[in-house]
């Protein structure tokens, strides 16, 4: 009998296994392949750091199949990498060269050698292959990195750069070295961090370096104050791909190569190179202006300023080294000159309530006592002693009249010699190289850093740091807002008089009563008066005033209808101190006819005439004088009126705005004008917004149109800056106390009242930036940075929220709309992010829209026959122009610098 038999599983099971054992062991092979091949990845010891930074593109990886010794074939990429300043997230050691003997001399331990007598290459390349088709992103290149370690290699040149590249994630991980044309594959070993991505920052290729360098970790190398402009190298390398600034840009990438390469400080060769790149900064702008293409001109523009500022702070730096060098102390430090300052403080402020506060403002009390010698101080507190009475005598929040008291002989001595009891050490590479660190990420903390050293540097005695700090207050706090309005924009929002004014007369014109009725129409408008250093305006009213009045004379009565024409004006003028108003001016002219006589003895005869014929020759004597009184009662009453009208709407605002400037200089921020100009077409206010400890703009804004009849230029500074009044760092509030505090700061805006949200909800913000603004690439990213968000009882712990924005065109009106889905960033279970965006889109909903401008806000019907002419948002700047309206006008929405 035949019975049918079962088959055995082992022949099944055999080769799982054998390729379980082969999985298991792959990583390990992978990496002792990576300790090997001497031209492709090896571990290094720790070399000096240099001053030469280079690093490979990020590009997606493109293969093509080659033919090598052996009759072999694999993958290897189309083109090789291409080196360039700033690396992504890996720090320059040094750049070595081996020759070749070097090379042959460096047997590499592959995977032949461990196996004998097993085709590793084959095996391999057929493995590779299998897996990259079936996972080719995670396994495709390692396996190919792998294989091409281990086959046969071709000839080496006789020289070969080596470039040791340490990771920036640990100081203790493994050191590589690769030579060009070989791509950076850092396998991350068991020490080694895993790479943090964020949202949104994957990196690009050269045509946008700008979203590289600046949301990438860029590691800089610490050696001198010009090293590494690594944002100033990729914006000049992009300029060196068009043929009209290749020569430009080949320039000064060599002059930036031999400065990087000057180690002696006392060289005179740096002094000559300054003067080159101002002069290569200089055409740089000649280029821009000389161009018809807008893009080449943009960006010419912006490496003009990007290498100015540079050079400025640098030779500030390198002056300020050699000055140090010579004179390590400025003096022995006494208080007789202090005692003598603080004297004549005394006798300036006594006998004032004023002075009182000006002594209380100075800390003179326990400057005097310190002084007298009935306090002693340890030279810690006197350091610190100082350090506060100049940073209020420093602070930019002062007025024109403080600022002049404070520029007086006394009060000046005084500051002189607190700068030497205030002195501190700053190493001034340090501020070089966060300066570079804030130009290629625009970190809020590296800009805070920035402005405490820039004050250092301001409460210095010595005059080379002063001058440093001023370059840095120049060129990296800049008027963040700039505002330009024309007259005849001006004259299309100025609220008119409503109608025609009717009134009744009841008045008397020399000694005679005057009865009737009057008809005023009024016209309202605004004329540019020029002036240099403030904005300045006349309100005028002109207006006619029609009257019909009865005069009762002596028996007589005299009808007669006047015509007047008044013309009034006022004075206004924003200055740095604040609004200023001059009373108004006004002046009328009189015509009047007389209509009709009437006596009590019209009925008799010869009587009526004698009547008629006395009350006519009153009537001539008096008219003249008639007349200037009339006159002068109509243009008083246009005075009055048109103080009465400037004070109800000046007023109205100017209490608004300085509210909001109190509150804002109560923490710490401060509206400065930076430059207030009026010509005969336009009126311009450059405003700065920042504290003592922040930074504003330091990148060219954008150009409006040049028929614009208004345009606004807002850079993320503003935003950056204005965020610390709402104090959320750091703080824990509920969904109610949140609502109400974001209530209380915009009163008008139209937020969400948030009642979707569960009242318990707890915010408990991140403690430093906790909200977050970036302008780029046409649209407003906001973050909100959380360090625990407990909602329904559970608890989302260290995410960050993300919203993008886009503007909104309706009109002549602008809004802020958001654009697509929310992103949240952090290792969030999934449950855990769909709950998150539950409650984000409540509180960000799609819905909403920021007003930007909006005339119905502001109480100001839309102006006729105007259209939003440009929305850009690029490179940190919000712009926006309107102007004349046209069916075939489109909004602008690319940059053109100024």
Not at 342 to 350: F, G, M, P, S, W
Not at 823 to 847: C, Q, S, W, Y
Request: net charge positive.
């Amino acid at each position: 009998m035949y019975v049918q038999r079962k088959q055995p599983l082992w022949p099944c099971l055999a080769p799982l296994f054998v390729l379980l054992i082969f999985c298991l062991a792959s990583p390990r092979l992978w990496q002792v392949g990576h300790q090997g091949p001497a031209h492709s990845v090896s571990v290094a010891t720790p070399q000096k750091k240099s001053a030469e930074i280079l690093c490979v593109r990020r590009k997606p990886l493109s293969f093509s199949t080659h033919s090598v010794a052996g009759g072999v074939q694999f993958f290897l990429p189309l083109e090789p990498p291409e080196l360039q300043p700033a690396p992504l997230s890996a720090t320059l050691v040094s750049v070595q060269t081996k020759t070749s003997n070097e090379v042959k001399a460096s047997k590499p331990a592959s995977l032949d050698n461990l196996f004998p007598g097993l085709d590793t290459s084959g095996a391999l390349y057929d493995l590779g292959r299998w897996f990259a088709i079936l996972q080719p992103e995670a396994v495709t290149r390692p396996v190919l990195k792998l294989i091409s370690q281990h086959l046969p290699r071709f000839p080496e040149p006789t020289v070969q750069p080596v470039i040791l590249i340490r990771s920036s994630d640990e100081q203790t991980a493994p050191m590589f070295s690769l030579r060009p044309g070989v791509r950076v594959a850092m396998v991350p070993t068991r020490r080694q961090k895993a790479p943090q991505f964020r949202l949104r920052e994957r990196p690009t290729a050269e045509d946008s370096p700008d979203k590289v360098v600046g949301r990438s970790t860029v590691s800089i190398v610490k050696n001198r104050p010009w090293s590494s402009p690594v944002s100033l190298v990729l914006q000049v390398k992009r300029l060196r791909r068009h043929p009209l600034s290749r020569g430009w840009a080949e320039q000064v990438l060599s002059e930036l190569k031999v400065l990087q390469e000057i180690s002696d400080p006392a060289d005179r060769e740096i002094s000559r190179r300054f003067d080159s790149l101002n002069q290569l900064s200089s055409q740089a702008r000649m280029l821009a202006e000389s161009t018809y293409d807008e893009s080449l001109a943009t960006e010419c523009l912006r490496a003009h300023y990007a290498l100015k500022r540079r050079v400025d702070v640098w030779s500030c730096a390198h002056t300020l080294q050699g000055i140090v060098a010579a004179e390590p102390n400025a003096r022995l430090l006494g208080t007789e000159q202090l005692r003598m300052a603080l004297d004549q403080i005394k006798v300036r402020t006594a006998g004032s309530d004023q002075g009182a506060l000006w002594r209380d403002y100075l800390f003179m009390n326990p400057l005097d006592t310190w002084v007298g010698g009935q306090t002693r101080l340890s030279l810690n507190e006197r350091h610190r002693l100082a350090q506060r009475i100049l940073a209020r005598l420093t602070t930019g929040g002062l007025t024109g009249s403080q600022r002049k008291f404070v520029s007086t002989d006394p009060v000046a001595g005084l500051t002189d010699e607190l700068r030497y009891w205030a002195e501190e050490y700053l190493d001034t590479n340090g501020l070089a190289t966060n300066l570079e660190t804030y130009e290629a990420t625009g970190s809020p903390r590296m800009a805070r850093e920035i402005a405490r050293q820039r004050r250092r540097l301001a409460w210095s005695p010595r005059l080379a740091q002063r001058e440093m700090a001023k370059s840095i207050d120049g060129h990296y706090r800049n008027a963040n807002i700039r505002l330009a309005v024309t007259e005849e924009f001006l004259n299309q929002i100025f609220p008119q008089p409503e109608g025609t004014d009717l009134a009744k007369v009841h008045d008397c014109i020399v000694g005679t009563p005057v009865r009737g009725r009057s008809w005023t129409d009024t016209a309202v408008k605004v004329r540019l008066v020029p002036a240099e250093h403030h904005v300045r305006f006349f309100i005028e009213a002109n207006g006619t005033a029609v009257s019909k009045t009865v005069a009762f004379g002596e028996g007589a009565r005299l009808r007669s209808v006047g015509n007047t024409n008044f013309h009034a004006r006022k004075l206004v003028a924003v200055t740095t101190d604040g609004l200023k108003q001059w009373p108004a001016e006004a002046e009328a002219e009189n015509y009047s006819r007389l209509v009709r006589i009437r006596t009590n003895y019209d009925g008799v005869p010869f009587a009526g005439s004698w009547a008629k014929s006395e009350a006519m020759t009153q009537y001539r004597q008096k008219r003249a004088r008639a007349r200037r009184e009339v006159e002068s009662k109509v243009a008083n009453k246009a005075k009055s009126r048109l103080d009465q009208s400037a004070k109800s709407y000046l007023h109205d605002v100017e209490p608004r705005i300085r509210q909001r400037i109190k509150s804002l200089d109560a923490k710490g921020i401060h509206v400065e004008p930076i430059d207030l100009k009026t010509s005969e077409k336009r009126a311009v206010i450059r405003l700065r917004i920042a504290g003592d400890e922040q930074l504003a703009a330091h990148t060219p804004r954008n150009r409006a149109p040049s028929d614009s009849l208004a345009s606004l230029q807002l850079h993320q500074s503003v935003l950056v800056n204005a965020t610390q009044a709402l104090d959320l760092d750091g703080q824990r509030l509920t969904a109610v106390e949140l609502h109400n505090l974001f209530t209380e700061q915009f009163p008008k805006a139209k937020a969400n009242s948030g009642d979707d949200i569960p009242r318990d909800t707890i915010f408990h913000f991140e403690y430093e930036d906790a909200l977050g603004f970036r302008i780029a690439d046409g649209q407003l990213e906001f973050t909100i940075a959380l360090v625990e968000l407990v909602h329904d009882g559970r608890s989302v712990r260290r995410f960050k929220v993300h919203a993008f924005y886009r503007p909104q065109i309706k009109g002549a009106n602008v809004f802020l709309v958001r654009d697509g889905a929310l992103g949240i960033e952090g290792r969030l279970r999934v449950v855990d992010r769909a709950r998150m965006h539950a409650v984000f889109n409540k509180i960000l909903p799609e819905e909403q829209q920021i007003p930007v401008i909006d005339f119905q806000l502001w109480g100001v019907p839309d102006p006729a026959g105007v259209m939003v002419t440009q929305a850009v948002l690029e490179d940190g700047w919000l712009g926006l122009a309107l102007g004349p309206a046209r069916p075939d006008r489109a909004v602008q929405l690319e940059r053109s610098l100024r």
